[in-house]
């Protein structure tokens, strides 16, 4: 299974915009890169997806790099109920085995 | 729209005992799932069903946990004897399909070996 790489931890202000980096320098190129969040004492939820081009929704922002070697979320003005740790997932929709592995995850805490 | 349902929430048992967790899925949702997540570490899957098959058990400790879902339906996540290790907590998702779907999961099911 193709592995990501993020940071332990990050801090941010309320209201602020948040960039939570992971790098995939192994991603194939079917793999899709997926964000989960999981706030305390909650299963883990999805956020965003994507293959090549950036995405939005109404959560977040994905900034893709051209060579898929590392993506960005983006939390564009982040809230208190945004703390969570986030995921940054490789998943394969043509591959065998539908692992979706968790690696650690970054801590977000939001600061007030 | 009713979201992944887990029971117990939470759960202590002695060590040797057996313990069991139910998942009821999203409706409609043929494949589910089971991870277990240990305390600071991200979810690890344990197994996957598509409908009633087990397609990917290969990380289930079979000598003691064992799971089933008969009608392709809710699961059983089943550990006998319990071990002092296997305090974490039991997720359970379901996504439509396997592979590029969205995973839905449960709250979890938080169990405590003494």
């Known amino acids: 299974d193709a592995k990501t790489t993020q940071p332990n931890s990050m801090e941010s202000n309320e209201e602020e915009p948040v960039h939570l980096p992971c790098n995939h320098s192994?991603?194939?190129?079917?793999?899709?890169i997926h964000w989960y969040r999981q706030l305390p004492s909650q299963g883990p939820e999805y956020v965003i997806h994507?293959?090549?081009s950036n995405v939005n929704n109404r959560m977040a922002s994905l900034a893709i790099a051209e060579d898929r070697k590392s993506s960005t979320l983006i939390l564009h003005r982040a809230t208190l109920r945004d703390a969570a740790v986030y995921y940054c997932?490789?998943?394969?929709?043509?591959?065998?085995?539908?692992?979706?592995?968790f690696g650690k995850g970054t801590k977000l805490t939001v600061n007030p | 729209e009713a979201g992944v349902v887990q029971s117990p929430r939470y759960k202590i048992i002695e060590k040797k005992q057996p313990v069991a967790f139910w998942c009821n899925p999203i409706?409609?949702?043929?494949?589910l799932y089971w991870y277990l997540q240990n305390l600071g570490q991200g979810p690890e899957l344990l197994i996957r069903?598509?409908?009633?098959?087990?397609?990917?058990d290969s990380q289930l400790p079979k000598d003691r946990f064992s799971a089933e879902r008969l009608k392709g339906v809710d699961s059983t996540l089943k550990i006998q004897p319990a071990e002092l290790g296997d305090s974490a907590v039991y997720l359970c998702?379901?996504?439509?399909?396997?592979?590029?779907?969205?995973?839905?999961f449960g709250e979890g099911s938080r169990l405590t070996v003494l």
């Open positions: 997932i490789l998943r394969d929709p043509q591959g065998g085995s539908e692992k979706l592995v």
């Open positions: 069903y598509e409908n009633e098959e087990a397609v990917d």
């Open positions: 998702a379901s996504s439509i399909i396997s592979g590029a779907g969205e995973l839905f």
């Open positions: 409706s409609g949702h043929n494949t």
């Open positions: 994507g293959l090549t």
């Open positions: 192994t991603i194939s190129g079917t793999d899709y």
